[in-house]
Each structure stands twice: as structure tokens, then as C-alpha cells.
């Protein structure tokens, strides 16, 4: 039983996203805050229907990454053939009153359940780019990378959706939700314009959709 909450298993490990939804090249590891309370859907539990897909951020995640062609459908499958990964600063289910407690402390680089985010490390080092979602995953990332700096950023206002700091690997947005979903699509967009400045994936050519480089 993780020490972090009461579970068996985080629902990392019960689906076993490191078996079935890791990319051969992970081209772009995305960090949200954590996967909702112990009834929300899990973001790697594939929907009856994408197209009445109920998890926003999945929602939000796949058709902006779509519509962008950066990936080739807006499915879980589209996502990990593209080099997509999602995972959680914090892997717990947890309920919306203590995350919203760990967002407050995380704006204060203080969230005490990212203080030793082990469970990203290797994912962080192998990444070419990383989409930052949220202060608790700017938390959980700035204490495992000594270059993202714990300064206080205001991620609702400009220069956000954007990279870190010129040459940075790292994009900082908002985390998805209800009340900023109708955004989401040009976040995406903004996180293109990101990943091709870095090469990460080939502009169209020739009106194909060959996505990667």
C-alpha cells in the first residue's frame, strides 16, 4: 500500500500505464496535478465513446492535440504513437478539498506531497520537451529539476502558455478543467508552436500529416 493514501495500487500501477501506454520515444511528457477523487475516471481508462468523453482534461488533451496534427487521432492510442505521456505530480485519488490545499501550498513551492517526486524522475530525464500543468506539477517538477526555479508565477497571465525560459525544455500552462476548458485549444496551439521551434515534431509538408520527426 503506496504510504501517500489509503489505495492498494495508484491507478498508475492498477492500469498499468508503464506496460501498455508508454511510447518507444517519449517526445513529450505532459504533468497534471493528481487523477481526481477515488470515483473520477482515470485518464488512462479508455472511454465507452471519445466523442462523449466525461475526463476534461482528457477531452481537452487529444482533440487540441489533434486539431494542432500533432497527433494522428484524438484516441489514448493516437496519444502514446505520437511520444505523448500523461502522469501526475501527485498519483493519488484524492478529494477536491485536500488538492485544493496542496494547490495552495504548491504556489509556495511548499505542497508536502511533492516533496520527493521520485516517481517522475526517470520519465523527466528521458522527455524531450515537458508540459508543466498546473502549480502542484510546477512544484513536484521544480524539486526534481534544478532548472525549473522555484519562483512565484502567476500561470492564468501572460507569458503563460509558454516555455519556462528561453532554451528550456519546459511549457508552462494551467491544468485543464471545466472552468478553463474553452481555452484548451489554444493552449495546444501554443504548445506546437513550443515543440516545433525545438524540432521535436516535423511541420506539415506537401499537405501530409507526417507528424514526427
Known amino acids: 500500500m503506496p504510504a501517500c493514501c489509503d489505495a492498494v495500487l495508484h491507478p498508475w500501477d492498477r492500469h498499468e500505464v508503464q506496460q501498455r501506454w508508454l511510447p518507444g520515444t517519449l517526445r513529450c511528457l505532459i504533468i497534471g496535478e493528481n487523477p481526481g477523487d477515488t470515483d473520477s475516471q482515470y485518464f488512462y481508462a479508455p472511454p465507452q465513446s471519445y466523442a462523449r468523453d466525461r475526463v476534461i482534461v482528457r477531452r481537452c488533451l487529444l482533440r487540441g492535440l489533434c486539431a494542432q496534427k500533432l497527433i494522428s487521432e ?124 525545438r524540432c521535436v515534431f516535423a511541420q506539415e509538408q506537401g499537405g501530409r500529416n507526417g507528424f514526427l520527426v
Open 74 to 197: 484524438a484516441t489514448l492510442e493516437g496519444f502514446r504513437n505520437a511520444g505523448f505521456l500523461f502522469d501526475h505530480a501527485i498519483r493519488c485519488p484524492l478529494s477536491q478539498i485536500v488538492v485544493k490545499a496542496e494547490r495552495q501550498a504548491a504556489r509556495r513551492y511548499a505542497s508536502p506531497r511533492v516533496e520527493e517526486p521520485v516517481h517522475l524522475l526517470a520519465s523527466l530525464s528521458q522527455a524531450v520537451v515537458v508540459w508543466v500543468m498546473g502549480h502542484i506539477a510546477c512544484n513536484a517538477v521544480a524539486n526534481a529539476c534544478v532548472s525549473f526555479p522555484k519562483e512565484r508565477r502567476f500561470i492564468s497571465k501572460p507569458p503563460y502558455p509558454g516555455e519556462l525560459e528561453t532554451g528550456s525544455k519546459f511549457f508552462v500552462s494551467e491544468y485543464f478543467t471545466r472552468w478553463n476548458q474553452s481555452e484548451s485549444l489554444g493552449i495546444c496551439r501554443a504548445l506546437k508552436r513550443f515543440a516545433l521551434e
